[in-house]
């Protein structure tokens, strides 16, 4: 199992910027791809970025051109850039090894965007 906790969350205006991280412990392994999910109240998690272990990136439609994932091998740690925020960001953001094989889930980080 990997732990995870992440952080950097908070309550942020329309266009403004946070920037979340994610440290990982226990059974880590950098050969894993890792990803960023969030969910919003009353809707399902849904997968908005991941990122390999070679640094590759993907995202979801919705954040594309403004969320930014990396990644620090030796640190073992995942971060979300996150620019241009709109209110349908609000959600709880977590991450996760892809594929997730199982591994538990942290307690997310709050990200909230007022209009």
């Known amino acids: 199992q990997v732990q995870l906790e992440e952080s950097g969350g908070g309550l942020v205006q329309a266009g403004g910027s946070l920037r979340l991280s994610c440290a990982a412990s226990?059974?880590?392994?950098?050969?894993?791809?890792m990803g960023w999910y969030r969910q919003a109240p009353g809707k399902q998690r849904e997968l908005v970025a991941t990122?390999?272990?070679?640094?590759?990136?993907n995202y979801a439609d919705s954040v594309k051109g403004r969320f930014t994932i990396s990644r620090d091998n030796a640190k073992n740690t995942v971060n979300l850039q996150m620019n241009s925020l709109k209110p349908e960001d609000t959600a709880v953001y977590y991450c996760?090894?892809?594929?997730?094989?199982?591994?538990?889930w942290g307690q997310g980080t709050q990200v909230t965007v007022s209009s």
């Open positions: 990122i390999s272990s070679g640094g590759g990136a």
């Open positions: 226990g059974h880590t392994d950098s050969t894993n791809a």
């Open positions: 996760n090894r892809i594929p997730r094989g199982g591994n538990g």
